[in-house]
């Protein structure tokens, strides 16, 4: 009965520049309230699928509704975008660009007056508001476009690459923004290749790759998915009969562990039981493989298949 | 819209700011008024003694030496600061040699001209001949002079000839004239010196250059403008926010604001040197009326191409390059002025009148020449000219569109016509 609102759905989108096909048949389904990544390689479509929600270009075909909204133009006021390029103009003041971003995103003047000073603070620029931006730093740079793309308080927030080129503590300060806005039941959507920073953000990826979709879902699910079969395990006794046993497809010696592959079909249970009966058990670990793991998993299966 | 005009405000208030704004600003009046202080410096003063010039005569008609000699020295009594000196040729029984002496006295510079008068001057079909080699140009004013005094002695031996008294043919040819210009009050009359009339010839020119320069030098900040944009990689930040089109016009509109601005205190200050020089310039309000229109879309024309050419280039140095042949097009009524101002109604005049890019300059200056254009082809040219604008910007915010996202190489004609063929 209660379906889930989608925040975003993208439906068999596609788009091609000249010969480059560069989205092809894409589809996806952005739930509100979550944290979703776009991953994939370098130039695997990440920046021309966000460039086609936010409506800079227009997909050759299929559709886009955000909010269940066939146009931008009807929310562009609830969404705040940060691309992969970004600047500011030079000689315009912290506070004057803040201000003026808000403006042109649909603000009021009383709420421009409200959100800028807050969103000065929070980025730790209150004692630079009334600096021209070619004075400041590059991490302040960062803050304050941080700033310029929250500042209508959107209730989805699309970031290209947002992490490449920040520093660590610009890092944190935009992890917390991304939680808080998690918190307050926001939509948050961003691209990037860094892996682990997907893992620890997201809780559902979009992985793409020249275009098109490899794999779409619960970051949970995905890994469990992906992780029945291999076991890493540390016993005591002879370990020679763990390669006779039926489920056992290969065994390594990684250090003082051994790494078990197992066959399809087979549960990691029965693996447990078997060794139990045989030898003493110290540790006994599922192996989740890490999503840098799967992407290189994924995307080089996929390369190899294309060519 | 609300949109359109907040950019169109940070672009008028950020571009008011600037040093190259201000400069530009005060630039244009501050030359307007040093050039017309300075004109009226070299006007008043006679200028510094010039080198003499020296001039050597043989005449056939032996009626004349004792004359040319006399008339000289009159003319230097009278301008001791550009004297002209007789030179004496040595003489000889051998005309043909003096001649050829007095040539090679001119070729050698050690004279500046060499006159001979033919036998018959006074009573025939003779004639007087000044041969000059690579004369100067500062020597030009000197032979006119020259040219003038034998001129006149020649007048003067003829009416003794023929038993007239120059003093009664001076009388006869002299018109006294008195230039009056009539205001439109019914006792208002004043006299007008040679100076206003050329004032009013100048009237339309400057109209026309007023167009010129609000055009070319506002449009210029457009591209900076675009540029920056691009640039800085703010362009995409701002995209978020609104539609290239939107970008596109606020920036328009913005600085067309920055070009009224200009053009108004441009205007304001060349009436004020008009009136400070004791120039008086009348100016009516349907002539200001046009003149504002014709302003404002050429310049909404203008920046349109502008910001189009500024989204594909990446630096101001390659925008310049594209920029060079609509730069031409400009070119040709402000080299062509005069004779637009001569036949406001000719062919040239009302063919250039409907092109375009200069349609502003030609049509204000036709305008402004007084001499009744037709109702009807200004309303056609201003129908031409919104038509035009509606086409450019539909086009420019194409190729504004997909120009501003490309960082790198500039692209081909060819691909910008593929964008143009995109829906």
């Known amino acids: ?307 | 819209m609300s949109k359109i005009l907040k950019i169109a405000q940070r672009e008028y208030v950020e571009t008011v700011k600037t040093k190259t704004f201000l400069i530009g600003l005060l630039l244009a009046p501050a030359i307007t008024v040093g050039i017309i202080f300075f004109a009226h410096l070299v006007s008043r003063s006679e200028g510094g003694p010039r080198p003499p010039v020296k001039v050597a005569v043989t005449d056939l008609s032996t009626e004349l030496s004792g004359q040319i000699e006399r008339g000289f020295e009159k003319h230097n009594d009278s301008h001791p600061n550009r004297q002209i000196l007789f030179q004496a040729l040595e003489d000889s029984q051998n005309q043909a040699a003096v001649q050829e002496r007095g040539k090679a006295g001119v070729r050698s510079g050690k004279i500046d001209a060499y006159v001979v008068i033919d036998k018959d001057i006074l009573d025939g079909p003779g004639k007087v001949y000044f041969y000059t080699h690579k004369p100067k140009p500062a020597n030009l004013d000197a032979f006119w002079t020259l040219e003038r005094i034998i001129n006149g002695l020649v007048v003067d031996q003829r009416c003794r000839l023929k038993n007239l008294s120059p003093e009664l043919l001076a009388e006869i040819r002299s018109v006294p004239i008195e230039r009056v210009e009539i205001g439109s009050g019914k006792d208002e009359q004043r006299l007008q010196s040679q100076t206003e009339r050329m004032t009013g010839m100048m009237v339309p020119f400057f109209f026309m250059f007023l167009i010129y320069m609000g055009i070319m030098g506002i449009g210029q900040q457009m591209l900076s403008s675009v540029i920056e944009e691009k640039n800085s990689r703010i362009i995409e930040m701002l995209l978020s926010a609104v539609t290239p089109f939107q970008l596109m016009a606020g920036k328009i509109l913005g600085l067309a604001g920055i070009g009224l601005t200009v053009v108004s205190l441009w205007a304001v200050t060349a009436y004020g040197a008009a009136l400070w020089q004791g120039l008086g310039i009348e100016i009516t309000g349907g002539l200001l009326f046009y003149f504002l229109l014709y302003y404002v879309l050429g310049f909404l024309l203008f920046s349109s191409i502008l910001a189009g050419v500024g989204s594909v280039c990446n630096t101001l140095k390659e925008s310049q390059n594209l920029m060079m042949p609509i730069v031409l097009v400009f070119v040709v009524p402000l080299i062509s002025w005069y004779q637009l101002v001569q036949s406001p109604n000719g062919l040239f005049a009302r063919v250039l009148s409907f092109i375009p890019p200069v349609t502003p300059l030609v049509m204000i200056l036709r305008i402004s020449a007084g001499s009744g254009v037709w109702g009807l082809e200004i309303l056609a040219s201003i129908v031409l000219l919104l038509a035009a604008l509606l086409v450019t910007m539909w086009l420019a915010a194409r190729i504004f569109r997909t120009g501003i996202l490309m960082y790198g190489k500039r692209p081909s004609i060819r691909e910008i016509f593929r964008w143009l063929r995109q829906s």
Not at chain 1, 21 to 40: E, H, I, K, M, N
Not at chain 1, 207 to 219: R, S, T, W
């Open chain 1, 1 to 307: 009965m209660f379906e889930i609102m989608n925040a975003l759905v993208l439906d068999n989108v596609s788009k091609s520049f000249g010969e480059l096909r560069a989205v092809d048949s894409l589809s996806v389904q952005v739930p509100t309230a979550s944290v979703y990544g776009f991953l994939g390689p370098n130039g695997a479509g990440k920046t021309t699928t966000l460039r086609m929600i936010i409506s800079i270009i227009k997909p050759d075909s299929g559709g886009i509704s955000i909010f269940g909204n066939g146009s931008i133009e009807q929310v562009r006021a609830r969404i705040g975008y940060m691309p992969e390029e970004r600047g500011l103009y030079r000689k315009m003041t912290a506070r004057k660009i803040l201000a003026y971003f808000g403006a042109i995103k649909g603000l009021t003047v009383d709420q421009i007056a409200q959100q800028v000073p807050k969103w000065l603070d929070r980025v730790e620029l209150g004692d630079w508001a009334d600096k021209k931006v070619e004075e400041l730093s590059r991490g302040m740079h960062q803050k304050l476009q941080f700033a310029v793309t929250v500042i209508n308080e959107p209730e989805l927030l699309i970031l290209d690459e947002p992490f490449s080129g920040l520093d660590p503590l610009n890092q944190e300060l935009l992890k917390s923004i991304i939680d808080r806005m998690r918190d307050e039941g926001k939509t948050v959507i961003f691209s990037t290749h860094v892996m682990h920073e997907a893992e620890k953000l997201c809780d559902s990826i979009l992985l793409i790759n020249k275009g098109k979709v490899i794999l779409d879902g619960e970051l949970n699910r995905i890994r469990s998915q992906q992780s029945s079969d291999v076991v890493s395990v540390e016993l005591e006794g002879d370990t020679t009969f763990i390669e006779t046993l039926p489920m056992v497809t290969k065994v390594q010696l990684h250090g003082s562990r051994l790494e078990i592959n197992l066959s399809r079909d087979s549960e990691s249970q029965q693996l447990l039981k078997a060794l139990v009966d045989r030898v003493r058990v110290r540790a006994f670990e599922i192996k989740v493989p890490s999503l840098h793991e799967i992407f290189v998993n994924l995307v080089g299966a996929s390369n190899v298949e294309d060519s």
